[in-house]
């Protein structure tokens, strides 16, 4: 599949997306070609470092079980430890909910040189509070009193400042990739079986696993709507087939290194001259030392 496809351009159905892709690799071939992607990514990210004009942030959505931790640990394991950092969203603290949704995103941003991961991400805000609104209502929102008061308006607006949000970062050096990890419902039903049938996994699984199974419909309409409304040149959302954890691990792994391929200024910075100069002397001082 041509990685272009897997980019979204304008509105969506997610039913025309395919949750798994035909292909002859076994799943030892599949990790064999990740460990090279993953090697290359990891020395570019050196580069980024040395550069450090850019950051990247990666944002990692998806349904429950669609694979998002051990993408996370696999695409990034051959990475320098000091150039990635992960961050998982969960329920907001009592500090973060005084301040807008998208401050304890904001402050997690990768500095210069640095990939960010977000395992879930802003996103929540326009996706588990849509489905769940009363959410809203603990954000201490001005006009905001009740169920009532939050309309799709308030939606298209949370939408909008998302935009913004996106659009800052980027024009300040932020490097954005978004991508939704797209599993079917039936290897989301397997996927949760394994978690019980496997003592090793149970810690894993909660009942809220099977409430939420139940708004599937729900979450899908309204992750078609923010994927629609936030897919722009410069932050992009992909849609990775993810019935497969080893092919969505390497469809990630090989679409980041082939857009960052793109950014041929990020290039690992030249010694002053006056030092070049010099470098065959402090190459003897060392000889002699």
């Known amino acids: 599949m041509e990685l272009s496809n897997l980019k979204v351009k304008g509105n969506i159905n997610l039913k025309d997306f395919p949750t798994e892709l035909s292909h002859n690799f076994s799943d030892k071939s599949l990790k064999k070609q990740l460990k090279k992607e993953r090697r290359a990514l990891g020395e570019m990210q050196n580069t980024l470092y040395a550069h450090g004009k850019y950051s ?5 959505q998806g349904m429950d079980t669609s694979g998002k931790d051990s993408l996370i640990r696999e695409v990034f394991k051959d990475f320098n430890v000091r150039g990635v950092i992960s961050h998982s969203f969960k329920k907001p603290s009592e500090k973060e909910i005084n301040h807008d949704f998208l401050w304890r995103h904001y402050k997690a941003l990768p500095a210069r040189g640095k990939y960010g991961v977000f395992n879930r991400s802003h996103y929540e805000n326009v996706l588990i509070s849509r489905v ?4 809203v209502l ?6 905001i009193n009740s169920l009532e008061d939050i309309t ?3 939606w298209n607006n949370r939408l909008e400042q998302i935009n913004n949000f996106e ?3 980027h024009q300040n ?3 954005i990739f978004k991508f939704f990890l797209h599993i079917s419902k039936d290897e989301q039903k397997n996927r949760l079986l394994r978690r019980l049938n496997k003592p090793s996994k149970n810690w894993k699984f909660s009942p809220e696993d099977l409430k939420d199974r139940e708004l599937w419909d729900a979450y899908t309409h309204y992750y078609e709507e923010a994927i629609s409304a936030t897919s722009t040149k410069h932050a992009p ?6 019935d497969s954890k080893p092919h969505a691990r390497l469809l990630v792994a090989k679409t980041i290194k082939e857009r960052m391929e793109t950014y041929t ?11 070049q100069e010099q470098i065959s002397y402090y190459k003897q001082q060392l000889k002699d030392s």
């Open 265 to 275: 200024d990020i290039q690992n910075p030249s010694l002053p001259e006056e030092l």
């Open 152 to 154: 799709p308006a308030f």
């Open 237 to 242: 959302w992909y849609v990775i087939p993810a």
């Open 173 to 175: 050096g932020c490097i």
């Open 56 to 60: 990247v942030l990666i944002c990692i």
């Open 138 to 143: 603990n954000e201490k929102i001005p006009d």
């Open 132 to 135: 769940k609104p009363e959410i």
């Open 167 to 169: 659009k800052t970062i």
